[in-house]
């Protein structure tokens, strides 16, 4: 029953680091999506993937790459880590058919001083 | 670009009070989902509404989507403990992509 995993679970980084988030679901899903969540703000859009191959921005793609590595997993990638990617990340998987639940992870808090 | 906004922000209540919040847009949404996120978790789906007037129970949170299908709303009777959490509401925005409105922090002291 692992859902969707997310790893790292917390991360500290430097300003100009680069890291990959990592997201891989279970549930054999064709849609997954990376979102942001700030104080405030709800969960904001980064980058999404219809089906495995294909990659589109959200509502907040700069600064951001993904990978749709294969059915199973979605990584997010910062090349060159700023303040304001400070934020909590979750990754969802969405199955095929109308007004299906997003099934999250349980988040990746990242820090970047 | 498409909007949904969620009032109050914050919401701090006795347990046993009841309390109503709000999602509202100026678009009109095919359908409208209600998702409630404890700390350290991903939002869990709670109930999707469809129909314009649609009203949905979930033991004692009652769901209703507004006629012109642009606005809904959450009422929860006898608020508990453990109704404790973020509140987010969400919309479609294109065939695979979704909104989310700006979270209503409900908090019920016991």
């Known amino acids: 029953n692992a859902g969707v995993t997310q790893t790292p679970k917390f991360q500290v980084l430097k300003t100009g680091q680069s890291m990959t988030l990592q997201c891989a679901q279970d549930?054999?899903?064709?849609?997954m999506y990376w979102y942001r969540q700030d104080p405030g703000m709800g969960l904001r859009l980064i980058y999404y993937?219809?089906?495995?191959?294909?990659?589109d921005k959200g509502e907040v793609p700069n600064g951001y790459n993904v990978s749709r590595l294969n059915k199973r997993e979605f990584s997010l990638r910062l090349e060159s880590a700023a303040p304001s990617q400070t934020s909590v990340y979750f990754c969802?998987?969405?199955?095929?058919?109308?007004?299906?639940?997003?099934?999250f992870g349980d988040g990746t808090r990242l820090s970047i001083l | 670009t498409q909007l949904l906004e969620q009032s109050p922000q914050f919401l701090s209540i006795q347990e046993g009070e009841n309390l109503t919040v709000y999602c509202n847009s100026s678009s009109v949404f095919s359908s409208l989902q209600w998702y409630r996120q404890e700390p350290g978790e991903g939002p869990v789906l709670l109930v999707t509404v469809v129909t314009g007037g649609e009203v949905k129970k979930l033991k004692r949170l009652t769901f209703q989507f507004g006629d012109a299908r642009k606005d809904s709303s959450l009422h929860i009777t006898a608020a508990q403990p453990g109704d404790t959490g973020l509140y987010l509401c969400?919309?479609?925005?294109?065939?695979?992509?979704?909104?989310f409105g700006t979270g209503t922090r409900l908090k019920v002291l016991a």
């Open positions: 969400a919309a479609h925005s294109g065939t695979y992509k979704y909104i």
């Open positions: 549930m054999n899903h064709n849609s």
């Open positions: 993937s219809a089906s495995e191959g294909t990659t």
């Open positions: 969802a998987s969405l199955r095929d058919g109308g007004n299906q639940p997003q099934h």
